[in-house]
């Protein structure tokens, strides 16, 4: 009996050990909901905008469609309803039509990822960045805190990482995971250096596989846990991808969930910008280039839908 319950109580310590990590918080100060937007100031826009020199521009959004694909219990559907089509009024006959959107808008399709969209359980306690607790800022009315109504515009320099012609293939295998010696090759096989600000498109070439569906975007190949540290560590502010979650899908490890999302929005309130269209930006080989885009002013929302911009 004694052995039990030692046995026990061995099991029940390191189960809470396990679930006890320190909590990050921002270098910014206590109350931060910004992350690394902080990094983007006039110095990244004025450089941002030297890299517009042919005038041309490049959407990277996916399009919004009731046959979008839709992971899970998320949804999706645009009406025009007879009650909401009016007119004709005035002399001139004018008519006019109101939609409505029934939705989990803000993660689906091509989206970007807020600060409290993912969180992590320590002990009985959830936390988000900035050692936001869950049940001080998650209500059924959305986000108390860490709103993407307080993210604000991005307009910095856009670097994509184009993994697949890195390679010399049409797109990456199922699973695969992108290592930091890809990322660091890539980019000196283009000349290329990171610099604080920046936002990193990577091209798994999943993205050719968007209109098949959601079965064929799954193990999605994608960003490793040691390339997605070394890109944080360049103090970048966001980092998108043309898979379902910038990360690989399964992940390195079996037993960590999503563990990408942990190290950027939660340590380092890096931002996440998924099911991006990079196949033109790949044709065109345009791999430095002056990225726009804001989110939707959804007050207390975890993320928002978006057609990001590449300019160059």
């Known amino acids: 009996m004694q052995r039990v319950t030692i046995l026990l109580l ?15 918080y921002s270098e910014w100060g206590e109350g931060d909901q910004r992350g690394a937007m902080n990094r983007l100031g006039p110095e990244q826009v004025l450089a941002a905008s030297k890299l517009i020199r042919q005038g041309k521009t490049i959407e990277l959004g996916r399009l919004y469609s009731n046959d979008m694909p839709l992971p899970g219990k998320r949804s999706y559907q645009l009406q025009i309803p007879d009650s909401l089509r009016f007119g004709p009024y005035g002399d001139n006959k004018v008519v006019f039509n109101v939609d409505v959107v029934e939705s989990t808008l803000t993660q689906i399709g091509t989206q970007f990822d807020g600060l409290g969209h993912v969180g992590r359980r320590s002990f009985w306690t959830d936390y988000y960045y900035n050692g936001f607790k869950g049940s001080d800022i998650v209500t059924e009315n959305g986000l108390t805190k860490l709103g993407v109504e307080q993210v604000g515009a991005f307009f910095t320099r856009g670097i994509l990482i184009d993994i697949p012609a890195y390679k010399g293939v049409e797109q990456l295998e199922k699973g695969y995971i992108i290592s930091e010696a890809d990322v660091r090759g890539c980019l000196e096989q283009k000349g290329l250096s990171l610099r604080e600000g920046d936002v990193v ?18 193990q999605a190949p994608g960003l490793g846990i040691a390339a997605v540290r070394w890109l944080a560590a360049q103090k970048i502010v966001m980092i998108g991808a043309d898979n379902n979650a910038v990360e690989a899908t399964p992940g390195e490890h079996p037993k960590h969930a999503i563990e990408g999302h942990e190290e950027l929005l939660i340590k380092h309130g890096i931002y996440l910008f998924e099911n991006l269209d990079l196949e033109a930006l790949s044709r065109e080989q345009v791999y430095e280039f002056a990225f726009s885009y804001a989110p939707l002013k959804l007050k207390g929302a975890t993320g928002s839908p978006g057609n990001p911009v590449a300019i160059f």
């Open 201 to 218: 498109l990577v091209r798994t070439g999943q993205g050719q596989l968007w209109n098949q569906g959601v079965k064929a975007m799954s």
């Open 10 to 24: 061995f099991l029940i310590g390191h189960s809470l050990f396990s679930s006890c990590q320190p909590i990050e």
